[in-house]
């Protein structure tokens, strides 16, 4: 995972002008434009002071977001900066209050599982009686066993469109699943475009 701690800065220079970069060591990185061993453009143009930063993003976010500020007239430059911060701000609290909702849930579903496990199961009488299941569930059938079915229940042949009716499979699909029972040698085609059981 991306580390975020990457900023986004903007600095004043001496002769009004402003620079904007990145970095994710803030600090170190404005002593080494105040000692001249920063950027080309700052070292004439010292003392530097910083205007604004953003919020920590990963590098590649940071990279995307120093290109758009730089694309600003000067005056724009620190409202998008602030703009930045503001929106991630906004996010935090958003998660702050969905963890706090969160953990509401989790406490009224904790209260209710209690509430639950104080129930006794309900008398059986004659006139509430326990109505047994019978009956098998119907087995999950794999898709090449659907229209396998399909095919095997037919005696005179089964078209593709009867196919994707009966099974509810695309066109595509009917095709590779009737490949594949062919190349098994469950079926073999009657007619062109029709499919029977072998």
């Known amino acids: ?5 990457w900023v ?31 950027a080309k453009y700052t070292r004439s143009r ?16 940071a990279l995307k977001f120093e290109y758009r500020v730089k694309q600003l007239p000067s005056g724009k430059k620190i409202i998008e900066l602030n703009k930045g911060k503001e929106k991630s701000m ?14 509401t849930i989790t406490k009224k579903v904790e209260k209710l599982i209690v509430a639950a496990g104080k129930f006794k199961n309900p008398k059986i009488t004659k006139s509430n009686p326990v109505k047994k ?9 794999t898709a090449i066993d659907a229209v396998f079915a399909v095919i095997k229940r037919s005696k005179k ?3 593709t469109a009867t196919l994707m009716k009966k099974t509810g499979f695309n066109e595509k699909k009917i095709f590779n699943n009737v490949y594949k029972l062919k190349k098994q040698g469950k079926i073999k085609t009657e007619k062109k475009g029709i499919y029977a059981s072998v």
């Open 8 to 38: 986004v800065y903007l600095i004043r220079c001496s002769d009004e002008s402003l620079y904007c970069g990145i970095t994710n060591n803030l600090q170190k990185r404005l002593t080494e434009h105040g000692s001249g061993k920063g």
């Open 133 to 141: 299941v019978t009956g098998k569930k119907p087995a999950n059938l």
């Open 157 to 159: 042949g089964v078209d």
């Open 90 to 103: 906004d996010i935090k609290k958003e998660l702050q209050a969905v963890n706090k909702g969160i953990k």
């Open 46 to 61: 010292r003392p530097v002071k910083l205007i604004a930063a953003s919020s920590e993003m990963s590098k590649s976010d």
């Open 1 to 5: 995972m991306e580390n975020r701690d």
